[in-house]
Structures are given as structure tokens and as C-alpha cells.
T-cell receptor, first 113, second 111 residues
């Protein structure tokens, strides 16, 4: 069975631009969560979607947004990019949410220059 | 606030020895505790998990123990091999809406 697929794998953007990242969960999984991973802050929760509804949101500015489609695929968008947004962005899929088995994709490495 | 403390931050062992990584959580409502292994350039991989109604769980060379009273849980890897070298993360979930990660342990297994 296919795993979690994130595209693209690598991105280089300029400050002030916006970016959209995509995540296709494991078939049948309805929950998709997004995390930002940096060497200094570790894995930080961005938001979680379940059946197209955002159920929870972490402590990130409004420049970070997301959505989920009816096929459970999810996108996250970062507007007005800052140098500090450079990170590995990971998505995880699960059947019901955080207290069930969650499987991560390979991540999208975003570099802001 | 809610947090998960993880120790040690780095751990070096000889091949064949055991490795133990410890985590402490703050939210007593936490009921699900997964462990992830992350290799360079890859996303975290779920290796084992435990629920609050169980004290210990084993899967081949890997075991996890949970002490709810002390709010501690630990990962034990026996007979370590070079391919066990990676960063390991513990996490705790107090409800369906959150999964709080520890800061990670870099494990190096020397042949």
C-alpha cells in the first residue's frame, strides 16, 4: 500500500514570495497533520485536518494556512515568506487523529533566500 | 504548558550493546505514546507505540515501557546494530487533536 506522498521534495523561494506544499495521505486515512521541523525548534505542530475541517492549530502566524480536499489530500500555504520559514515541512496521515498511528511523508525541504 | 522532555540528546553505544532513551510528559491526560525513528533525509518512521492501559510492549529488539504514575516512558533497543543509528523522537498525545514531540535523541552505534 502506498505511503504518504509529499510534493515537491525541495523548494527554493525568495523572501516575500508564497509557496504551496502538497500531501497525499495513505488511502483510507482521513486525518492529515502538518509539522515544521527545524534544528533549533524540533518538530512543531502546524495544523490538523479531518474530513476537510481544520480541527486544531498550532502557534504559528496567520501566514501559514492549509486546506483539505474531499479525497483527503491536503495543501499548506505559506505567504510572505521569511528567512526563518526555511525548514523541513512534514505531513502525517492517520485514520482518526493524533492518538492513532500516524505515518509521515518524506517531507518538503523549503529554503528561503 | 504541555511538553515532553527527552533524554539524552545524544547517545553513543557499541554494536551489540543496549540503548535506552527516556521521556517525561506533563499532561496527565496523555494516553498514547508513539516512538519515531528518523534517518537522514527521510521523514520520521513509526517504530513502536504504547497506550496508557499497557505498561510494556515489545517488538523484536525494541521495547517501550510506561510508568503513568511518574509520567515517564522509555524506549529500549537491545543488541544494537549500525543500522539503528538515527534520531529517535518520543511523543505524547493527550487527545485526538494533539501530538507533542520530544526534542530527539541522536543514537550512534559504532561497529
Amino acid at each position: 500500500k502506498a505511503g504518504v506522498t509529499q510534493t515537491p521534495r525541495y523548494l527554493i523561494k525568495t523572501r516575500g514570495q508564497q509557496v504551496t506544499l502538497s500531501c497525499s495521505p495513505i488511502s483510507g486515512h482521513r486525518s492529515v497533520s502538518w509539522y515544521q521541523q527545524t534544528p533549533g525548534q524540533g518538530l512543531q505542530f502546524l495544523f490538523e485536518y479531518f474530513s476537510e475541517t481544520q480541527r486544531n492549530k498550532g502557534n504559528f502566524p496567520g501566514r501559514f494556512s492549509g486546506r483539505q480536499f474531499s479525497n483527503s489530500r491536503s495543501e499548506m500555504n505559506v505567504s510572505t515568506l521569511e528567512l526563518g520559514d526555511s525548514a523541513l515541512y512534514l505531513c502525517a496521515s492517520s485514520f482518526f487523529g493524533h492518538n492513532t498511528e500516524a505515518f509521515f511523508g518524506q517531507g518538503t525541504r523549503l529554503t528561503v533566500v | 504548558g504541555e511538553n515532553v522532555e527527552q533524554h539524552p540528546s545524544t547517545l553513543s553505544v557499541q554494536e551489540g550493546d543496549s540503548a535506552v532513551i527516556k521521556c517525561t510528559y506533563s499532561d496527565s491526560a496523555s494516553n498514547y505514546f508513539p516512538w519515531y525513528k528518523q534517518e537522514l533525509g527521510k521523514g520520521p518512521q513509526l517504530i513502536i507505540d504504547i497506550r496508557s492501559n499497557v505498561g510494556e510492549k515489545k517488538d523484536q529488539r525494541i521495547a517501550v515501557t510506561l510508568n503513568k504514575t511518574a509520567k515517564h516512558f522509555s524506549l529500549h533497543i537491545t543488541e544494537t546494530q549500525p543500522e539503528d543509528s538515527a534520531v529517535y523522537f518520543c511523543a505524547a498525545s493527550p487527545n485526538t487533536d494533539k501530538l507533542i514531540f520530544g526534542t530527539g535523541t541522536r543514537l550512534q552505534v559504532f561497529p
